[in-house]
């Protein structure tokens, strides 16, 4: 059994508030880790049951009703969103720790159905798709490493064909040991069922086709940015519809939607952010692209840092008090991604799919550093080459390998 790295902070929530929502994608692993815990009492009760279903929607207060010292784990909580109300009554009654653990694959932020989320009351922990270094049972502790410009090797023999051979795989563990033809089915079979199934308790979409083409057209172009006019235009729908359904797409996790950093939350309205799909193995798959023939085309790029994002935002919610941000302005000035820790120090990350990176690499970091920075930056270059090299004061280029 893969120890997934969220555990402990799963554990610690428990033991400290009065329930968890425990937050991903469906087939993520969030029902095999709820299994897995060490608690003294539990009761489980899966909402994918249809009878149980029902019998929630006819009885809410009964269906949460728990015994002193019990945690109640429930399933899916999104497909019966009237037990939300039932058990922040109970809670407001009961303070006690570890009452309830409620499993669920969309995001009750951007939920319509859903209008009270038991903010406040709850701990929320995402579970994203398996980390290639949490499969292979390291501890995530790359973050901690850059910012501290201190990495835990000075070289790697995991190049490019390697790390697009993973990303085409994804991180879904239902799929790890299939072959490629079971696995381009087992994505296709797992998009259409989100996306005509799943979707009935997020929204109320019912031009499923268009849905379906737009996740298409966000996932050809994943990390890229675009502006809402071009995909109403391109799609023909209206802009309220066009939001509707990309925040229906964020709340079942197919996507991920990365802010733009500003020195200030006024600076930030209106500018653009990056739309990235939350596992590289839905992109590759769905869109049937060939890994025997990718090395050298140009969509690699952003493949590439699509897994970069994926592994990185495993370890920042698994290690630490991280945000991650990226950074675009008018002069044409990007970095791929700025993390925040906990002290308002800056980690800023471009990814190069390229195998060699110089002093050029780093324009945008070193400028960076020099005029916006307020705190400690770090800059790193992630590149597909073999070795750590120093490029300036904060300045890294690090192979990609070391995040496996």
Known sequence: MIKRWIESDLVSALHSRRGVHLTGARQSGKTTLASMLDLSRIKRRSLDDDSLAMMARTSPSDFVRRSAGETLVIDEIQKVP?????IKICVDEDNSRAQYLLTGSSNLRFTKTIKDSLAGRFATVRLRTLALAELNGKRPSFLESAFKGEFSAEETDIGKADILHHAFIGGYPEQLDLSPKERRRWYRGYLNDLLTKDIKDVTEIRKIDILMDIAEWLLARTAQFFTLDELCTKMGISLPTAENYLNALRSLYVFDRIPAWSKSEYDRIGKKPKWIVSDTGLAANILRWDESDFMLDPRSGK??????YHEIACQAEASGDYEIKHYRDRHGREIDFLIEDEKGDLLGVEVKAGSAVGHGDFKHLKWFAANLA???????????GKYVMKLGDNMFAVPMGLLT
């Open 303 to 308: 493949f590439i840092e699509s897994w970069i």
């Open 82 to 86: 009237e037990l939300l109300n039932a």
């Open 374 to 384: 307020r705190k400690k930056f770090t800059g790193i270059v992630v590149y597909t």
